[in-house]
């Protein structure tokens, strides 16, 4: 608990908090992480599900994972922790959420900065003619998938699979809060996926203190994390929350 208040001290002193997040956030909102004993990734390769050449291949069958997720997607609420980073953002010490995360669970949460590093699920978007339209509920019900109203070519959810590049935007706007933050929140994620996980060193390397919630350690715990907290996000965020108020 010490540590703990040391941190809402420091948020309180410094501000200029950036938060990343990974899908360690959404559990509780009931989407499962990609790694980890339940992780997505155990019942799907992701090289066969998640790199853009076997989209291409055979979209099909990556159709079955999107739909999958969609559902979950849909369905899903913010935690108690999405909701603690938008109560942050409302009292003035959070100035960005830079996720991994496509839920679009962020924004949900009342959160206005939030730069989606690896897209989002609420557009389709053709691959070949790049033109989108939104990912509706309708559109799981359109077998074997939804097509390009232009090009009859398979849409995908406008999400960056493996082996594209990161939105330009998103690289720009990141690497900057990234420079900038004082206090960089690394919440839920295995911080294994680049560039992505370069986020936090560079925050570090600019003098930012590094405060990451896991429930397991990641490469950054013993390398550039200050105060580590052990556990679920939806219960310290919401405890540094109230320490602030
Ligand atoms: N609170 C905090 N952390 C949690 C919780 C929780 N309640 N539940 C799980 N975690 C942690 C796990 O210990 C793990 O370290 O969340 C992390 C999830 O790791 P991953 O499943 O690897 O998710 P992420 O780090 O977001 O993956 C990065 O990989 O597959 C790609 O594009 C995908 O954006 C994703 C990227």
């Known amino acids: 608990m010490e540590d703990l208040k040391k941190v809402a001290e420091i948020v309180k002193e410094k501000g200029q908090v950036v938060a990343f997040t990974g899908a360690g956030i959404s559990v509780e ?63 003035g010490f959070l100035r960005a959420v830079i996720t991994q995360n496509v839920d679009g669970l962020h924004h949900e949460a009342g959160n206005k900065n939030v730069i989606e590093y690896h897209g989002n699920h609420r557009w389709l978007v053709c691959p070949s003619c790049h033109s989108k339209k939104p990912f509706t509920r309708e559109s799981l019900n359109v077998f074997p998938y939804p097509r390009c109203e232009r090009c009859e070519r398979a849409l995908k959810p406008d999400v960056v699979f493996f082996g594209e590049s990161i939105p330009l935007d998103a690289m720009i706007r990141a690497n900057e809060e990234a420079k900038n933050c004082k206090v960089m929140l690394i919440i839920g994620t295995s911080g294994v996926v680049y560039p992505a996980a370069e986020i936090p060193y560079i925050s570090k390397a600019y003098g930012a203190t590094i405060v990451e919630i896991n429930l397991e350690r990641t490469p950054f715990t013993n390398s550039i994390t200050d105060y580590f907290f052990a556990g679920s996000a939806s219960t310290y965020l919401p405890e540094i929350v109230k320490l602030l108020k």
């Open 29 to 91: 909102s009931g989407i499962p992480t990609f790694r980890g004993a339940q992780g997505l990734w155990e019942r799907y390769d992701p090289d066969e599900y998640a790199h853009i050449r076997s989209f291409l291949r055979n979209p099909e069958k990556v159709w079955m994972m999107l739909r999958e997720m969609a559902y979950l997607i849909f369905e899903a609420k913010p935690s108690p922790a999405h909701l603690a980073l938008g109560e942050l953002e409302r009292m």
